[in-house]
């Protein structure tokens, strides 16, 4: 029985739209996630400097956090259309909220002896922030970046919704005519991309990690 599941799976991937879903699913996720890490990073930069602005975007990007995501596909269905347009504003505004509110978090959370010291040596707030702060905060940006990658890549399975394309075209389709091989030949590789999205950006975490805090 297994074995002939199996075997069907295998079958369903070597359907010719199987690698353009796994491509378009990638696509989706990378256009998405560089998008908002472009946005996210700036942004947290220029509000960590006042601590009102910088609670008032964490506020703002929690409330964010609670809509659903096939509320955020549908705002961007309403407002761009069907095709890949939309599901990529859908799953980068997905992405935003782990990667602003970790970047302000890690930025804040500087020791402020070691901003002072640098302050001391007449380093400028530009080269405070650039060889002190963004350091100290590289481990929390990074993980934001890990929780936001793993989202996107699971939230993309969404964008069939709204003719998206990916490997949830695969899922919704087995799923709609009970053809679980096929159905499996779309979940199964989203698992082993949120999986492998994981563990990569968990090493790119250990590697932006300086030395002096690993030790610490």
Request: aromatic share 6%; charged share 10%.
């Amino acid at each position: 029985m297994l074995r002939s599941m199996f075997g069907e799976i295998l079958e369903a991937m070597q359907r010719p739209d199987w690698s353009g879903a796994v491509y378009r699913h990638v696509e989706l996720s990378a256009v998405a996630l560089v998008a908002g890490i472009l946005v996210s990073v700036p942004l947290a930069v220029a509000v960590s400097r006042s601590p009102g602005a910088a609670l008032a975007a964490i506020n703002v990007t929690n409330l964010g956090r609670g809509i659903p995501d096939l509320a955020l596909l549908a705002l961007g269905l309403v407002i761009f259309g069907i095709g890949y347009t939309p599901a990529v504003v859908a799953l980068f505004l997905l992405s935003i909220p782990p990667i602003l509110i970790n970047t302000i978090t890690g930025l804040n959370q500087a020791d402020p002896r070691v901003v002072d010291s640098a302050r001391g040596m007449g380093l400028s707030e530009r080269q405070i922030l650039a060889s002190v702060r963004m350091p100290l905060a590289a481990p929390v940006i990074f993980a934001g970046i890990r929780t936001s990658a793993v989202q996107v890549v699971a939230g993309a399975t969404l964008a069939t919704f709204i003719g998206g394309g990916g490997l949830g075209d695969f899922i919704v389709e087995g799923f709609a005519g009970f053809e679980f091989p096929t159905m499996l030949a779309g979940a199964i590789p989203v698992a082993i991309l949120a999986i492998g999205t994981e563990f990569t950006f968990g090493g790119l975490e250990r590697i932006a990690t300086p030395k002096g805090l690993v030790v610490a």
